[in-house]
Nanobody, 122 residues
Framework: VQLQASGGGLVQPGGSLRLSCATSGFTLNYKAIAWFRQAPGKEREGVLCIDDNDRSIYYVDSVRGRFTISRDNAVNTVYLQMNSLKPDDTAVYYC????????????????WGQGTQVTVSS
C-alpha cells in the first residue's frame, strides 16, 4: 500500500492549488481517502474525506465552500482542490486511506502518504 501526495507549493492569499494523492497496492474503489493537515506547532487535523460512495465529509468548517475533494478510480488518484486560500491554510497536507467509510479519527487510517507542503503567503 502506497500513497504519494503532491501538488503543494507557495501561493498568494486568494490563490488556488490542487493536491493529488496517487495510490497503489489496493483497489481505490472500495476505500475512503482523507486529507489531513498539520501546521507548525499544531496537531494534525482532518480536512476532507471521500468515501467509497463518493460522498464528501468535511472535518473543518473553515474550508467549506473553498475546498473540494474528488477521486478518479481509473488512475487511482484522489484530488484536493483548494481555492481562495488563506494564510491559515498553511500546513503540510497528508492523504490517508481506510476501507469504505470515512472517519474523523487519525488512528482509523492505516496508511499515509509522505505529505506535501502548502504555504499561503504574500
Amino acid at each position: 500500500v502506497q500513497l504519494q501526495a503532491s501538488g503543494g507549493g507557495l501561493v498568494q492569499p486568494g490563490g488556488s492549488l490542487r493536491l493529488s494523492c496517487a495510490t497503489s497496492g489496493f483497489t481505490l474503489n472500495y476505500k475512503a481517502i482523507a486529507w489531513f493537515r498539520q501546521a507548525p506547532g499544531k496537531e494534525r487535523e482532518g480536512v476532507l474525506c471521500i468515501d467509497d460512495n463518493d460522498r464528501s465529509i468535511y472535518y473543518v468548517d473553515s474550508v467549506r465552500g473553498r475546498f473540494t475533494i474528488s477521486r478518479d478510480n481509473a488512475v487511482n488518484t484522489v484530488y484536493l482542490q483548494m481555492n481562495s486560500l488563506k494564510p491559515d491554510d498553511t500546513a503540510v497536507y497528508y492523504c490517508a486511506v481506510r476501507s469504505f467509510r470515512c472517519s474523523n479519527s487519525k488512528t482509523a487510517f492505516g496508511s499515509w502518504g509522505q505529505g506535501t507542503q502548502v504555504t499561503v503567503s504574500s
